[in-house]
């Protein structure tokens, strides 16, 4: 059974950190692009990081320079930091592993307060 579970969200105030942690369990993680992804109300869900199986990139322009996606592949966890918080990162933040199935995790909720 596959399993992604995202932790490390919560209220903070703009301009502060987080940093979201996705352990992933039930599939050969090494070999799985991890995405993480937002949705907030109202709004589509957005792709905000991604980090292929061989640790390429890829941020959109509302978090380049402010979020970091990271992988360990010992530990099967996916990591998102998230510095400079904005008010409109407010969402809820879902992890994501991909290699021509998709896996998905809960999410958990940020809130960013100006």
């Known amino acids: 059974q596959v399993r992604l579970v995202e932790s490390g969200g919560g209220s903070v105030q703009a301009g502060e950190s987080l940093r979201l942690s996705c352990v992933a369990s039930?599939?050969?993680?090494?070999?799985?692009?991890m995405n993480w992804y937002r949705q907030a109300p109202g709004k589509e869900r957005e792709l905000v990081a991604r980090?292929?199986?061989?640790?390429?990139?890829y941020y959109p322009d509302s978090v380049k320079g402010r979020f970091t996606i990271s992988r360990d592949n010992a530990e099967s966890t996916a990591y998102l930091q998230m510095d400079r918080l904005k008010p409109e990162d407010t969402a809820v933040y879902l992890c994501?592993?991909?290699?021509?199935?998709?896996?998905w995790g809960q999410g958990t909720q940020v809130t960013v307060s100006s």
């Open positions: 039930g599939i050969k993680f090494k070999l799985y692009a």
């Open positions: 980090i292929g199986s061989g640790n390429l990139t």
């Open positions: 994501n592993a991909g290699n021509g199935l998709d896996f």
